[in-house]
């Protein structure tokens, strides 16, 4: 696991948890907290069949995040786990993916559509 991200302080002394955004729209999608590593990565980097190549970051848990379409394993990045197409739940951009499988539920999201 990586190690977790400190919460801020606001000006007002009200600790603030630190959020990965939506690059498009910034609009909160997971807290840095829980980001977690995946096969011992922080990140990884695939090719779809199309050969558009993505690098995401997991996360345990996405809850700005709004899943569409049905679940399917088909050409699924991690073996034993189906996934299903995540978006900005503000602006609908394409995000990423949730993924299923037997150790639970994970979010991958694109590095180059999020903030950190």
Same mark, same amino acid.
């Given at each position: ?9 606001? =000006? ?16 909160? /999608? ?7 590593? #995946?096969? =011992?990565? +922080?990140?990884?980097?695939? #090719? ?8 995401? +970051?997991?996360?345990?848990? +996405?809850?700005?995040?709004? /899943? ?16 299903? #197409? ?14 299923? =499988?037997?150790? =639970? ?12």
């Amino acid at each position: 696991m990586l190690k977790e991200a400190p919460a801020a302080e606001s =000006g007002s002394g009200v600790r603030e948890e630190r959020a990965c955004r939506c690059a498009a729209c910034s609009h909160e /999608l997971a807290l840095l907290r829980d980001r977690i590593e #995946v096969e =011992g990565a +922080a990140s990884r980097r695939f #090719v779809n069949p199309e050969g558009i190549e993505f690098e995401i +970051a997991a996360f345990r848990d +996405a809850p700005g995040c709004s /899943l569409i379409g049905e679940r399917s394993a088909y050409w699924s990045w991690f073996a034993g786990y189906d996934w299903q #197409v995540a978006l900005c739940g503000r602006c609908a951009g394409h995000v990423g993916w949730s993924f299923t =499988g037997p150790s =639970g539920r994970f979010c991958g999201l694109i590095l180059e559509r999020i903030q950190l």
